[in-house]
């Protein structure tokens, strides 16, 4: 078995959830047998939805909070009627507006908050119980209650101080005793055991996994977990998927390397890493002589692209003429600020530009007011989530303003549809995709010193490609370099690494 721990996931997931999304397809396809763990706790939506959203399988998929009990992964199915029909007291009123509902009751703020999966349908999630004003308990929902939570007041708050999981038939499991949200103090109680906090959980979870030589651990993040699973791993094989730069550059010199803080510890434990897997070759030579320089070991160490592609697309219409696309998550570190205005800017010499922005994220509303501050509503679109397999081949070119990709699986997917990609010049996924003048344009971020400088540059680049007569042979560059990252070329690799 092939064990992947990750910590979260969620509807704007990063990339590596779509990495390992990508790797549960291609496991399928070789017939290798794998599980995908996460080990975050989600009390605000039921982990099923958001995993099948990205196409993981239910069996897939281990939770660390339920694996303890007889709960499976599954979608909500837990209905209002059946939430009704556990009410001791058959008086009440009731509203909804959305995907929150209220059940008042008789006496002083005595009510049931309710949270149903969506605005339309009846499926409850969750639900909040106040009595008196004071949140007392909230209890979670797929086909059946899988836990709750106890508050009690304090310092004027809910203060949660136990979660409590329970089998099918509505027994206990275990306990977990906190105060409040950090569970690194936590007290997991079970019949036979107690683990002190959150590492000697996840340090049971795998003791509890009973691995052998036979089996593989794949780690994807290790931030609070890394320890646990390491010294319980046993015999079976250990390896490190790096996505991400690795170290800082700036804070490097011939003496000293700063290694990226997410992978101190797992460069530090290299004696017990069986191998190393990172997206591209350049980072892989990049990591090997970084290794032998400062360590004086040289890694076991693997390119596996995190993505793959199930075939080219080729458009079944014309595409869109000036039409420009992005695709990320809308996180202030992607920069589409930039992209923004440099739109803004060719379009004043292009003038039938049109730009849309594809994903969600925690800078959304800053994007929309910045559109619409550059009155540019009328021709730059933030589009949402949105499945992107059919729709890259509708555009003319890729524009990224990112300044770190340790790979770029939506500049794959683009290249994978024949588009051009402009962009910055970073390690390692832009320069991996494309060929500087051959199927796009890599600009050096060094030799720009401020933010509209970059702008400038991105906003040239962008005229020049659509006044260039260029563009059938760019697109064929791009469906060229694709190829590399075709789903068989990938499967490949992966057996290599694991027969």
């Not at 049971?204 to 780690?219: E, M, N, P, Q, W």
């Not at 400062?294 to 160490?301: A, H, M």
């Not at 010499?349 to 619409?372: R, S």
């Amino acid at each position: 078995m092939i064990y992947n721990f990750n910590l979260g996931i969620g509807w704007a997931s990063s990339g590596v959830e779509y990495a390992q999304s990508y790797r549960a397809r291609l496991f399928r396809m070789n017939h290798q047998k794998a599980r995908f763990i996460f080990t975050d706790m989600f009390p605000r939506e039921n982990i099923e939805h958001m995993t099948k959203n990205i196409g993981f399988l239910d069996e897939e998929v281990i939770w660390l909070y339920t694996f303890f009990t007889d709960q499976m992964i599954e979608p909500v199915s837990f209905r209002k009627q059946d939430l009704e029909e556990t009410f001791a007291d058959p008086s009440f009123t009731f509203q909804r507006e959305g995907k929150i509902a209220h059940y008042n009751f008789s006496g002083h703020n005595n009510f049931y908050r309710v949270y149903f999966t969506d605005e339309v349908h009846d499926l409850v999630h969750r639900v909040e119980y106040v009595s008196r004003g004071f949140l007392i308990r909230k209890d979670y929902f797929t086909s059946r209650l899988i836990y709750s939570e106890y508050y009690a007041p304090k310092d004027g708050k809910a203060r949660l101080y136990l979660r409590r999981f329970f089998q099918k038939d509505g027994s206990i499991a275990y306990e977990e005793i906190l105060d409040g949200e950090d569970e690194t103090n936590a007290i997991f109680q079970f019949s036979d055991q107690i683990c002190y906090g959150k590492q000697e959980f996840v340090a049971y979870f795998v003791r509890k996994l009973s691995l052998t030589a036979g089996d593989t651990v794949i780690i994807d993040r290790t931030t609070g977990i890394g320890e646990a699973i390491l010294e319980n791993a046993g015999s079976a094989r250990v390896g490190i998927v790096i996505h991400a730069d690795h170290y800082s550059k700036n804070a490097t010199n011939a003496d000293y390397i700063l290694w990226n803080n997410y992978y101190e510890y797992d460069f530090a434990m290299y004696r017990h890493i069986d191998f190393y897997i990172t997206a591209t070759e350049v980072q892989n030579r990049t990591l090997r002589e970084q290794f032998l320089h400062y360590v004086g070991q040289e890694p076991n160490v693997w390119t596996i692209p995190v993505g793959a592609l199930p075939e080219l697309k080729k458009p079944r219409l014309p595409r869109r003429k000036h039409a420009i696309i992005t695709a990320s998550r809308l996180a202030r570190e992607k920069h589409i600020d930039w992209a923004i205005q440099a739109v803004v800017r060719a379009r004043e010499k292009i003038p039938d530009l049109t730009f849309d922005i594809y994903g969600v994220g925690g800078e959304e509303k800053a994007l929309k007011d910045l559109i619409e501050s550059c009155k540019a509503s009328s021709y730059i679109r933030l589009m949402g989530q949105a499945d992107l397999k059919e729709v890259y081949q509708e555009y003319e070119l890729y524009l990224s303003a990112s300044m770190s990709e340790g790979f770029g699986l939506s500049v794959m997917e683009a290249i994978g549809s024949g588009l051009p990609v402009i962009g910055f010049n970073v390690p390692y996924g832009n320069p991996t995709f494309v060929k500087e003048g051959e199927n796009g344009y890599l600009i050096d971020p060094e030799a720009l010193l401020t933010s509209p400088m970059k702008i400038n540059a991105l906003a040239e680049r962008l005229v020049l490609f659509f006044r260039e007569d260029k563009w059938e042979q760019m697109s064929e560059m791009s469906y060229q370099k694709a190829e590399n990252f075709l789903e068989e070329e990938v499967r490949k690799q992966w057996l290599a690494l694991l027969q």
